[in-house]
T-cell receptor
Framework: RKEVEQDPGPFNVPEGATVAFNCTYS??????FFWYRQDCRKEPKLLMS???SGNEDGRFTAQLNRASQYISLLIRDSKLSDSATYLC????????????FGKGTKLTVNP | DADVTQTPRNRITKTGKRIMLECSQT?????MYWYRQDPGLGLRLIYY???????NKGEISDGYSVSRQAQAKFSLSLESAIPNQTALYFCATSRSNQPQHFGDGTRLSIL
């Protein structure tokens, strides 16, 4: 099992739709969780951290399920500008801290 | 992210040439990283450093070397470039257990 796995995508949704991405991780000792956004040919940028209690930032909601070892990202009322690749990132301590990126899920929001 | 600066932004060179990519940061972070990104493969860690003169191999360090002579600078070298090292390279910085901040990337093409 890969350390971090994401929905393969791509996702194509109309404007205004709600879309959800899931990400699973294999190491139960994982400590920190993040969602990044990457536009084509640009650097990844932090979208939001994911906390155990779940957290919301405007139209974006992130949740963590430690028992099942997955995190999710929900985007409500999708905008054209949400089109990007979304990367799931997990850190865990294994001798030294290790940060692992998922391969990303591409989202296209259509007019 | 202007706090993490990569130079050059683009480089085209020939097989066998020595190439150095530079990364500097003004964020005061102790940790720095070099990644490469290829289509369909996501981000792959080349080398990372937790402090000055601390060097650690990532998952794909063969063919690369790095230098961390100062906290703010982390350089990546390709001693003898080969075409399959053509990729988008990112530098990133962080504090322990905190999200990483990426530079704008260096697009490297080796002919």
């Amino acid at each position: 099992r890969k350390e971090v796995e994401q929905d393969p995508g791509p996702f194509n949704v109309p404007e205004g739709a709600t879309v959800a991405f899931n990400c699973t991780y294999s190491n139960s000792a994982s400590q920190s969780f993040f969602w990044y956004r990457q536009d084509c040919r640009k650097e990844p940028k932090l979208l939001m951290s994911v906390y155990s209690s779940g957290n919301e930032d405007g139209r974006f909601t992130a949740q963590l399920n430690r028992a099942s070892q997955y995190i999710s990202l929900l985007i409500r009322d999708s905008k054209l500008s949400d089109s990007a690749t979304y990367l799931c990132v997990v850190t865990f301590q294994g001798g030294s801290e290790k940060l692992v990126f998922g391969k990303g899920t591409k989202l296209t929001v259509n007019p | 992210d202007a706090d993490v600066t990569q130079t050059p932004r683009n480089r085209i060179t020939k097989t066998g040439k020595r190439i150095m990519l530079e990364c500097s940061q003004t964020k005061g972070h102790d940790r720095m990283y070099w990644y490469r990104q290829d289509p369909g493969l996501g981000l792959r860690l080349i080398y990372y450093s937790f402090d000055v003169k601390d060097i650690n191999k990532g998952e794909i360090s063969d063919g690369y070397s790095v230098s961390r002579q100062a906290q703010a600078k982390f350089s990546l070298s390709l001693e003898s470039a080969i075409p399959n090292q053509t990729a988008l390279y990112f530098c990133a910085t962080s504090r322990s257990n905190q999200p990483q901040h990426f530079g704008d990337g260096t697009r490297l093409s080796i002919l």
